[in-house]
């Protein structure tokens, strides 16, 4: 992929993301906006468009998702691209259209905010792991936190979409754009990501039991049920004690999560 940008756009910028060196990278690619330039390339999966998704913002231009990371939800589920090559080859037969990203606690997300086992799994995600075993890395790494790691209560209050403030308490909350994870762990099936709105997915439950029990639900598509719930919402707020992940990039648990009326442009076809 790198070989072809250069080959395409000699003149243009190419950064390449190093994990082990986050800030040089950010600062690259801040510079290479500044540069000018008539469309900016993101080739990774959520993670990284997460990662530069607040410059991206600022910069105000064309954005082309190449999906070549983990799970690539984005590019798959939001802006059906499949070809990452004839995005770059020939941008001006795709059509440019607005997304609107979510906000939690001020800091933008594409897709979901997961807090509970997910957000364990992130933490405990080494690089090396994810690289070189892809999709598998992510299940692995649940499957050892449900083993090793507490799940703490949290506390969930959101509005609903008619305005009325609900409170809950939950072992596992997701609040998402669209369908959250890839198969088979595809939670909200059919969730339309341009509603200007939230689907909350909790999973109730008092122990690690019950989240054993949910996962297997979800692997056999039996959601919602008793231990799942879905609610459409225009904000939550998250309590507790648990680690947090945004897109695939662990995050400081939020206090509040919401929608943001700012527009982020991504080219499509």
Known sequence: ????????YPEGFYVSIDPTNADQCQHQFQKAILSGGDYIYVGGGDGTLNRLLPDLLDAKLPVGVLPIGTGNLFARYVLGIQSSSDLLKT??????????PGLSDNRPFVLMVGTGLDGEAIHHQSNRGKYWLGKVSYPLEMFFALIRDKMPELFIRYEDTEGIVQEKTALWAIVARSPSYFPLFTVNPGWDPWQKALSVTLIHGRSKKDIWISLIEILMGKIPSKRITFEKTRSVQIRGVARTQADGEEIPLPEWTSVSEKTIFFSTK
């Open 1 to 8: 992929m790198a070989n072809l940008f250069r080959a395409l």
């Open 91 to 100: 941008p001006e037969h795709y059509t440019t259209k607005a997304f609107y």
